[in-house]
DNA sequence: GCGACAG
DNA sequence: ATCTTGTCGC
């Protein structure tokens, strides 16, 4: 359960933790990172990674949180990807990074870890600051293969992390009640597994889908969620990094017009 | 074979 | 995701 002293106690990580840089596990998967040449290899590469992937709880705090979204620029041949820093604290946020990628692999449902992943990681390059937990734009466990984007990130960079997507990929689920803070598991159609959450964090708004991406637990992932909600369906970090890549994504189309 | 299908 | 205007409801 949650901290005696509550979630912003001490850094998620742990003082040993928040010594390691993000930025350097960013630019050391970045280093790592070779782009599939088909859906086999992507595949491949999934199932063997999805073993890496560890939904135990670390220590029960996530103060800062960073939220990243993207938006595509050029006709979809490159990607805008931004990183917002939320301070669950003070409410308030901290900082904003973006970076340009080249898009190198088509989107294909269950495999848009392979598109974005690459920008996430530019971005994250430049996040010089402590943070305790990152919220991905789409599926962490609540995948066909148990690894979606949330997990994807969360293990190249041995990172905690959370999926919050908008829309279903995988599972079946009854619908949530229309109250903040209420939810019904997500279930795999064949083993019958809990693989994620529907949450409803809006009155009478649709449902996010929230699942476990690496080192949290459903519990957690649902309580860091809500805890980072203010009044609007998206958790803050993950509402303002879309709005901060669209911002960001208007000045790169003036700029440079579409060809 | 026929649907479903994150962003 | 992106292409696109107005419109219904709290």
Redesign the pocket.
């Known amino acids: 359960m949650v901290h005696p002293m509550g979630p912003w106690a001490e850094p998620a990580m742990g003082r040993e933790g928040t010594l390691r840089s993000l930025a350097e596990a960013a630019r050391r998967a970045l280093r790592q990172w070779r782009t599939p040449a088909d859906l086999e290899e992507a595949r491949s590469l999934q199932w063997t990674l999805a073993r890496q992937v560890r939904t135990e709880d670390g220590p029960a705090c996530w103060r800062w949180v960073l939220g990243l979204?993207?938006?595509?620029v050029e006709g979809?041949r490159r990607i805008v990807a931004g990183a917002v820093l939320w301070d669950a604290a003070q409410r308030t946020t901290v900082h904003r990074w973006v970076a340009l990628a080249d898009v190198e692999f088509p989107?294909v449902?269950?495999?848009?870890?392979f598109r974005e992943t690459p920008g996430y990681l530019r971005v994250m390059t430049q996040v010089d600051h402590p943070v305790d937990v990152l919220i991905v734009?789409?599926?962490g466990t609540a995948?066909p293969r148990g690894f979606?984007?949330?997990c994807h990130i969360g293990v190249l960079l041995d990172w905690p992390t959370v999926?919050v997507?908008?829309?279903?990929?995988f599972g079946r689920h009854e619908a949530p009640a229309p109250n903040a803070g209420q939810w019904v598991p997500l279930w795999h159609p064949r083993t019958g597994a809990v693989i994620g959450a529907v949450l409803t964090t809006r009155p009478?708004t649709q449902p996010v889908y929230v699942s476990p991406g690496h080192r949290v637990s459903l519990e957690r992932a649902i309580a860091i969620v809500l805890d980072c909600c203010d009044g609007y369906r998206l958790p803050e970090p993950q509402r303002q990094a879309d709005q901060w890549v669209?911002q960001m994504?208007s000045q790169v189309s003036e700029k440079d017009p579409r060809p």
Request: glycine share 22%; net charge positive.
């Open positions: 979204d993207s938006a595509f979809g989107y449902p269950g495999f848009l870890s734009d789409g599926q995948h979606g984007i949330a999926g997507g908008k829309s279903r990929l009478r669209r994504r």
